[in-house]
């Protein structure tokens, strides 16, 4: 999606460690106007595939993930990483890694939320390692939901998530895939 | 807000300890189109007040935050609650106590997205005993930012959350005011 490609061109830093900052736009800072336009383009993916859910992980998925919801006129669920008082009853889960954070967690959604009778489509806004996303499609397959598809911001489509993610089957729309980019240099290729 | 009330008492779930569950629609699955009519509720509340930027904190305030940025036109920040790799820079930050969680965390702002040119609308899911909205308007003032008000969906008001902060002379509107709940009778009495 070009207007997201230009955005990160000229917003996103390049860190050490193959770190992209989009923090001012996506995910410390978010610019709605520009989400809306991401949810509008997620829309004209999947607005034929039945879509009667959206479901994301906490924390920088949510905001992105509701507007998304928004736009397909459906609930959102996102998925925990911390049990907590307010998390109780049979939840469905799965174990984590993150390589950003260096911890591996448990993401959980309560059962109540997700049954056979769902077609979901999955938000996030970066797929890497697609740890994460992982986690969210067992969480699916354990509670009969159908997964519709799919549908990250920014794809690391150097980094091999993607591909786990599309070798299980499922469809995965991208709507910027970095296939390169240098700390050094401060410039990012696009696929 | 009436129909806010009539979707706790419908679906709301009061457990020991004062916990209130609104897990089905607001923090956990969450009701877009009633998101998008408690929005509304917020830009009547605050459409004159030249707000410019909303605040919140993750992760159950984003999602009702970015549908109420959506209503303004404005940006939305949400403040972080660990430090990561991707936070870097220069940070405001605040001390906050969890009560639900029973832990003390950091709350955290990067520089970079509040200013004293903006006039914030803060926005959160809960007010109960007040501690992450404090944290939220020490880190508006430290900024040297205007804090337009608070937005609130539920206040639980038989705790001092709100008494605390509206005697910092900062405007509350909760769209929901719990004058009482019992975990025994199931019996929710709004203000």
Redesign the interface.
């Known amino acids: 999606m070009r207007l997201l490609e230009e955005r990160i061109k000229k917003d996103g830093i390049i860190?050490e460690?193959n770190?992209l900052?989009v923090?001012?736009f996506l995910?410390?800072?978010?610019?709605?106007?520009l989400?809306?336009k991401l949810a509008d383009e997620f829309y004209r993916l999947y607005e034929n595939n039945g879509v009667n859910k959206i479901l994301t992980i906490?924390?920088?998925g949510?905001?992105?993930?509701?507007?998304v919801?928004?736009r397909f006129?459906?609930?959102?669920?996102?998925a925990?990483?911390?049990k907590?008082?307010?998390?109780?009853g049979d939840i469905f889960t799965a174990k984590v890694e993150s390589f950003?954070?260096g911890t591996v967690y448990d993401i959980m959604?309560?059962k109540?939320?997700l049954s056979e009778k769902d077609n979901v489509l999955i938000i996030d806004d970066f797929l890497a390692k697609g740890q994460a996303l992982l986690g969210l499609t067992k969480i699916v397959k354990d509670s009969g939901a159908k997964i519709v598809g799919c549908g990250i911001v920014i794809e690391k489509a150097f980094q091999d998530g993607g591909k786990k993610i599309r070798d299980l089957g499922i469809r995965v729309e991208s709507l910027a895939r970095i296939k390169e980019m240098s700390a050094e240099t401060g410039v990012v290729f696009f696929d």
Chains 1, 2 share one sequence.
């Open positions: 860190g460690g770190v900052k923090d001012s995910n410390h800072q978010m610019d709605i106007d989400i809306c906490e924390a920088s949510i905001g992105i993930a509701a507007i919801a928004q006129g459906v609930p959102m669920v996102f925990k990483k911390f907590t008082k307010n998390l109780t950003t954070h959604v309560s109540k939320f």
